[in-house]
């Protein structure tokens, strides 16, 4: 149907995908049609564009993002793809909004991913891994839950992970085999003193 519709606005013009009768305002030109404008108006054509440029992409392998309305005072998070108040975003000068790019939670939980990757080579998923195999307790007290990576600070290398206070223990010990191994027997009642044989010098019983 051209321009004008029966019983409404004489330069209205139904759209052929929405059904609407709008404007003749709401399509774009077309020198190739009667009425000189496109059968479908400007945001079915938008919205076709859309889903075929996102069809074409996907067939490539591609995501495409899908653009969601934001309302004012509100931004959406590309990390979990939620739209959320100000309130929960940190403020950054540097960037075009203002607003930092991640939400206060992505952001936190990027840095965790972050901080395990540099101190310890570990992705969180390989820490969690890591807990399940040690049945999520802590491989020296077979306890308290395991919740502390702990690694050689002189090698890097990570050897399992703990509890607070395991880990601590291991710490005030400063990783000392030869003095864990002599709490051990302290605590198992085989006390010993070390002999003073010359000035500053003990001997250590056999």
Known sequence: MGVGVAGGDPSAKRCTGCKRALPAAAFARDKNRSDGLQVR??????????????????????TVRVKVPVPPGHKRCPRCEVVKPHSEWE????SSDGWASYCRECRAERNRIS??????GLTPTERDVMIAEQRGICCICLAAPAEHVDHCHETGR????????????LGQFKDRPDVIRRA??????????????????????S
């Open 41 to 62: 108006c400007r945001e079915c054509v938008a919205e076709y564009s859309a889903a075929h440029y996102r069809r074409r992409q996907e067939a490539k392998g591609k």
């Open 91 to 94: 403020r950054n000068r540097s």
């Open 115 to 120: 901080y395990f990757q540099r101190k310890y």
């Open 158 to 169: 990570v050897r399992g992970v703990l509890c607070f206070s395991c880990n601590a223990a």
């Open 184 to 205: 051990a027997t302290y605590v198992e009642g085989n006390a010993w003193k070390p002999t003073l044989v010359a000035p500053g010098v003990y001997r250590l019983p």
